[in-house]
């Protein structure tokens, strides 16, 4: 398979078409192998408009989500990022010249994805998605949904740092964005998702009495 001229194309009728059109993100797409987060049986998925499952309970967003997502964010060259089950918004972020941590929950997962995120200079820990991993950050993107908004990620947002991620309690979740003031949030609905909600990340159960 020509995974360059499929990733040509997935920017091209999916990318451009959803109107991401930030030229140096639109180039650091078409630079990313995307292929190489997802297990040799898989790699054929990579460029169609799916969210491809790269270990057991973990998907890759559709590349189009990723770019509104991180075309939201503007992303600047040294920020630091931390990409929560984001691998592929980190392969992104560290083209386009971002100091950038990748977070995942599962050694097995971290483990397929981890020799694709080191040869982008991308350093990877392991560790529950609810509790994010140093900091302070300038941004935070997450590729997965969660229920309810993580005030632990907001806490290792620096101020005027920025949060992408989806928002989901049903079958259709919502990206949004947060700014982290110096005193409040600010928070901007995006485009609506059905990104996968993270471990541990679900809504908790409550009990009616």
Same mark, same amino acid.
């Given at each position: 398979?020509?995974?360059?001229?499929?990733?040509?194309?997935?920017?091209?009728?999916?990318?451009?078409?959803?109107?991401?059109?930030?030229?140096?993100?639109?180039?650091?797409?078409?630079?990313?192998?995307?292929?190489?987060?997802?297990?040799?049986?898989?790699?054929?998925?990579?460029?169609?408009?799916?969210?491809?499952?790269?270990?057991?309970?973990?998907?890759?967003?559709?590349?189009?989500?990723?770019?509104?997502?991180?075309?939201?964010?503007?992303?600047?060259?040294?920020?630091?990022?931390? #990409?929560?089950?984001?691998?592929?918004? =980190? &392969?992104?972020? @560290?083209?386009?010249? *971002? +100091? /950038?941590?990748?977070?995942? !929950?599962?050694?097995? #997962?971290?483990?397929?994805?981890?020799? =694709? &995120?080191?040869? @982008?200079?991308?350093? *990877? +820990? /392991?560790?529950?998605?609810? !509790?994010?991993?140093?900091?302070?950050?300038?941004?935070?993107?997450?590729?997965?949904?969660?229920?309810?908004?993580?005030?632990?990620?907001?806490?290792?947002?620096?101020?005027?740092?920025?949060?992408?991620?989806?928002?989901?309690?049903?079958?259709?979740?919502?990206?949004?964005?947060?700014?982290?003031?110096?005193?409040?949030?600010?928070?901007?609905?995006?485009?609506?998702?059905?990104?996968?909600?993270?471990?541990?990340?679900?809504?908790?159960?409550?009990?009616?009495?």
């Amino acid at each position: 398979m020509d995974f360059s001229a499929a990733r040509q194309v997935m920017v091209d009728s999916q990318v451009r078409t959803s109107d991401v059109t930030n030229r140096k993100l639109q180039s650091a797409l078409l630079k990313v192998a995307r292929e190489t987060l997802l297990p040799e049986e898989r790699r054929f998925e990579a460029y169609a408009d799916v969210s491809p499952t790269f270990a057991p309970g973990r998907q890759l967003m559709l590349p189009r989500d990723v770019g509104k997502l991180l075309q939201a964010l503007e992303p600047v060259p040294g920020e630091r990022a931390l #990409a929560i089950g984001a691998p592929y918004a =980190a &392969l992104v972020m @560290a083209q386009m010249g *971002l +100091e /950038v941590v990748a977070q995942e !929950a599962d050694e097995a #997962a971290a483990a397929l994805i981890g020799p =694709a &995120l080191a040869e @982008a200079g991308v350093h *990877l +820990e /392991v560790a529950p998605f609810d !509790a994010p991993v140093g900091g302070p950050f300038d941004l935070i993107v997450s590729e997965g949904a969660v229920s309810a908004r993580p005030d632990a990620w907001l806490d290792v947002l620096q101020p005027g740092g920025r949060l992408g991620m989806v928002e989901r309690t049903g079958p259709i979740g919502k990206a949004v964005l947060y700014q982290k003031q110096n005193v409040g949030l600010s928070r901007r609905a995006l485009f609506e998702s059905a990104a996968q909600v993270l471990a541990g990340m679900e809504a908790k159960p409550t009990f009616a009495f």
